[in-house]
């Protein structure tokens, strides 16, 4: 069975930092890009980072340039979102998900986690 | 940026009926890149549609998508009542970018 577990998320202080780890199973990670999405209380998705399948791109949406950074780490079939400097705004669910055609970008996701729970607050 | 503006906001409607959901595009999507997913609460996304029109895998065929360059629809074909949910388009055209999200309620 195709699945993402996420993991990492809590509370903490603005201006802090946290990382968040993804782990997959069931298919072949290092194939496939994989992207983060957040969804703030009782709002809609936002797209966060992608990674390309070997981890040699990275993208960003501008909300997170220069204070999160993706990365990946194929021998352990893992990904993560190293996230710094944290905003009360950067409150939210976070998502894994897998895109959906093999070593392609851009693409759907076609495979997501559960999501984890970030909460930025004082 | 490429900004996605859904509409309704809210639609409400009883099983059985058909469901239109509409994305507008503030550009042309490139490749026609766009997809639609369906959330319901507490859980995750799930994709549906992607490339404007192709189903995902193990979705129904109820489900149906259409439309190019700027304008896509997101058609339900008779909604059951595990179809009453949010559902969201995205463009990956150009970077990523999601609708607000169309909630579908039952009448």
């Known amino acids: 069975e195709v699945q993402l577990v996420e993991s990492g998320g809590g509370l903490v202080q603005p201006g802090g930092s946290l990382r968040l780890s993804c782990a997959a199973s069931?298919?072949?990670?290092?194939?496939?890009?994989m992207t983060w999405v957040r969804q703030a209380p009782g709002k809609g998705l936002e797209w966060v980072s992608v990674i390309s399948y070997s981890g040699g791109s990275t993208f960003y949406a501008d909300s997170v340039k220069g204070r999160f950074t993706i990365s990946r780490d194929n021998s352990k079939n893992t990904l993560y979102l190293q996230m710094n400097s944290l905003r009360a705004e950067d409150t939210a669910v976070y998502y894994c998900a897998k895109l959906g055609r093999r070593q392609t970008i851009p693409d759907a996701f076609d495979i997501w986690g559960q999501g984890t729970m970030v909460t930025v607050s004082s | 940026e490429i900004v996605l503006t859904q509409s309704p906001g809210t639609l409400s409607l009883s099983p059985g009926e058909r469901a239109t959901l509409s994305c507008r595009a503030s550009q042309t999507i490139s490749n026609n890149y766009l997809a639609w997913y369906q959330q319901k609460p507490g859980q995750a996304p799930r994709l549906l549609i992607y490339?404007?029109?192709s189903r995902a895998t193990g979705i129904p065929d109820r489900f149906s998508g259409s439309g190019s360059g700027t304008d896509f629809t997101l058609t339900i074909s008779r909604l059951e009542p595990e179809d009453f949910a949010v559902y969201y388009c995205?463009?990956?055209?150009?970077?990523?970018?999601f609708g607000q999200g169309i909630k579908l309620e039952i009448k």
């Open positions: 069931g298919f072949t990670f290092s194939s496939y890009a």
């Open positions: 995205q463009q990956y055209g150009s970077s990523y970018t």
């Open positions: 490339g404007a029109s």
